[in-house]
């Protein structure tokens, strides 16, 4: 398969904005649900993309210490996410002497993940605003 | 220490995941040496971060192995 052929095919999270807003996400898809532990790692990712050990950071910055999550579930979480075609990884290019020469893998969201956390999102203000008939 | 032991468990997790886990274990255990956390604390850490990673690899390669499409089918 061209390298060209797989770009057009895993389209991420780094597309153009206008392009992140054309995604119709009132278009029913069928994607694997995400559990709760995979819903977290999918919001700490978003728009954006990122390393194991930033997400492990942004989880427990945002909560403001509250949350984190090990490496023990971090790594099998984004396995499975990757399996379920939500996330997408790539080894990025530059080297960090920490690292011991070591790439990063950065991940990001597919289509169908921005299309996940926009789905949990709706679902979330529906529940908020609902109202008894 | 931390490299020498991370060198040799390299051969244990999947060829897929094992440059990205063990540079970051490398790069958490190079971020506490810079923070002046103790030596000894440095080497425990690390050390269960190792057997975690063992843990996930095996976690990892049983869940493939289940999901595992035998016949070839969609």
């Known amino acids: ?133 | 220490m931390v490299r020498n032991i991370a060198q040799m468990v390299a051969y244990t997790l999947p060829s897929k995941y094992a440059e990205e886990w063990l540079g970051d274990l490398l790069e958490v255990n190079n971020n506490l040496i810079q923070a002046g956390v103790p030596r000894w604390k440095i080497n425990a850490i690390a050390l269960l971060r190792i057997a975690q990673l063992i843990w996930v690899a095996c976690q990892i390669t049983w869940s493939d192995f289940i999901d595992t499409d035998w016949d070839g089918r969609e």
């Open chain 1, 1 to 133: 398969m061209s390298n060209a052929r797989q770009q057009s095919e895993v389209k991420t999270a780094r597309a153009a904005p206008e392009e992140q807003l054309a995604i119709n996400s009132n278009a029913p898809r069928k994607i694997k649900k995400p559990t709760p532990r995979e819903q977290l790692v999918l919001f700490a990712i978003g728009y954006h993309e990122r390393y194991g050990l930033e997400i492990q950071r942004a989880i427990k910055d945002c909560s403001n210490g509250s949350e984190s999550i090990s490496v023990g579930s971090l790594y099998p979480t984004l396995h499975n996410l990757e399996k379920k075609g939500l996330v997408t990884s790539r080894f990025g290019d530059e080297v960090v002497k920490e690292r011991g020469g070591a790439r990063r893998r950065y991940y990001s969201l597919t289509e169908d993940g921005l299309y996940a956390i926009k789905s949990i999102q709706q679902y979330q203000s529906a529940l908020l605003t609902w109202q008894p008939s």
